[in-house]
Every structure is written in C-alpha cells, then in structure tokens.
C-alpha cells in the first residue's frame, strides 16, 4: 500500500472514530503534484480531488475526467470571472463563490454549456483585506444573489479562517451562518485543523499535505 494511502486511511480512521462516518467528504488537495503522483488514491477509489488553478487543472485532468465522471474534481482557489466557462467545463464543485461578477459569469457559462455546478461561498470570516470572501454582513443578499438571481446550486459556505488562534471561533461563526440560511454543508478544515472542523459540523474537508505530503517550494 501507498504512503499517500496509508495518510488517507489513518485521517479517514479518525473521522469514523470521531463519530460522523458517512457524512464527510475529504477533498484531497492535488494542487502542483503530477497525476502519476495521485494515481494510487484514485486507484484506491477515493473520488474527490482539489485543485487551485484551472490551468493546472486541465492540463492533469481533463483527458481523464472525460472517461471517469464518477471522479469530482473542486476548485479550491481563488477563481477570476474570465476563467469561469473552463472552470465550468471540468469542475464539479467552486469553493471559492465570492463575487456578484464571478456569480455571473459562473451562470452565463452553466446555461452555454448546460451543466450545473456546486457551490460553496467563500466567507471572509476574519474580515482579513488580503482574502477573498463575502463578509458575515453581506452574505444573505449574496446568497440570495446567487440561488434567486442566478439559480446557482449553492449547497454551502467555505472560510479558510486567521492564524490568530481563535480557529475555533471562527469556525462557529460558519457554523452559525450556514444554521440561518438552512444550508447543510461547510467547506472548512484542512490539514491542521480538520479536527477541529469536524467539532463544528464540516462536511467538506480540503486536505493536501497530510495526504500529499509537503509540496516544494520552488
């Protein structure tokens, strides 16, 4: 068995024993590692993989996403308006929904293309200026934004929250945004604090180097 499988089994073990078995999707974070790379967790049969930047992405995964549709493949990055139609043409899932104008373009594409796409919005929970996300204050005319105007399938939120020791906080915050809009799912947690998510209801878990391994920094 695979190093990298052996990383997955011992955080899916965790999750089974931290009693929410069934419900949690760990997204595993491929972004900048080569798909031979990745081959032995899809060869394991695990079928949700995250990627940062659509151009990577489609050079790694669009031959193979062409026969393997049971493979779901999320955006996990930041994503601009003009790369909406490409990311709409290989992704299943946006984690990053955070902009009337990608909204838009997000739209316009699905109806070009007719394919629907999950969303989740991207919530700066820290009200941190250099981070993407629609703050806590704008999120209902957003959201409403998104499902009334553009007919978007938004299924959750997502927030990558401060290194400023209050994780749990924030992720309660979430927690209690994504309870007032009656939404069932929650981008957060990711290798260093995926523990900690799952306390406050994540379904979605974005975990990369705890799978992966560290990434080079070149």
Same mark, same amino acid.
């Given at each position: !068995? +695979?190093? &990298? ?5 011992? &955080?899916?073990?965790? $999750?089974?024993?931290?009693? *929410?078995?069934?419900? @949690? *999707? ?19 049969? #695990?079928? #949700?993989?995250?990627?940062? %930047? ?39 899932? @946006? #984690? ?10 997000? +739209? ?12 989740? $919005?991207?919530?700066? &929970?820290? /009200? ?5 996300? @629609?703050?806590?204050?704008? /999120? ?11 007919? /978007?399938?938004?299924?959750?939120? !997502? ?10 906080? #924030?992720?309660? =915050? ?8 009656? /939404?069932?799912? !929650?981008?957060?947690?990711?290798? *260093? ?9 994540? =379904?979605?878990?974005? &975990? ?8 080079? %920094?070149?």
């Amino acid at each position: !068995m +695979s190093t &990298i499988v052996e990383r997955y089994n011992k &955080i899916n073990s965790y $999750i089974n024993e931290s009693g *929410n078995k069934g419900s @949690i *999707n760990i997204v595993a974070v491929s972004k900048t590692f080569s798909f031979d790379y990745i081959k032995p967790l899809i060869d394991y049969g #695990h079928k #949700h993989f995250g990627e940062n %930047k659509v151009q990577e992405a489609q050079l790694k995964w669009k031959s193979f996403k062409e026969n393997n549709a049971a493979v779901k493949l999320h955006m996990v990055g930041k994503l601009q308006s003009n790369k909406a139609k490409k990311a709409v043409e290989l992704f299943d899932f @946006i #984690h990053s929904l955070d902009s009337e104008k990608l909204a838009a373009s997000l +739209s316009d594409s699905e109806k070009k293309l007719s394919k629907k796409l999950k969303y989740f $919005i991207q919530v700066n &929970i820290g /009200l941190e200026k250099q981070k993407s996300g @629609i703050s806590p204050s704008s /999120l209902n005319k957003f959201y409403n934004y998104c499902i009334k105007e553009k007919k /978007l399938d938004v299924i959750g939120l !997502m927030c990558i929250p401060p290194n400023d020791g209050n994780t749990d906080k #924030h992720f309660k =915050t979430l927690s209690e945004l994504s309870a007032s809009l009656n /939404l069932n799912d !929650m981008s957060m947690g990711m290798s *260093n604090d995926y523990r900690e998510a799952l306390n406050y209801g994540s =379904t979605f878990l974005r &975990i990369g180097s705890s799978i992966f391994g560290e990434r080079s %920094k070149g």
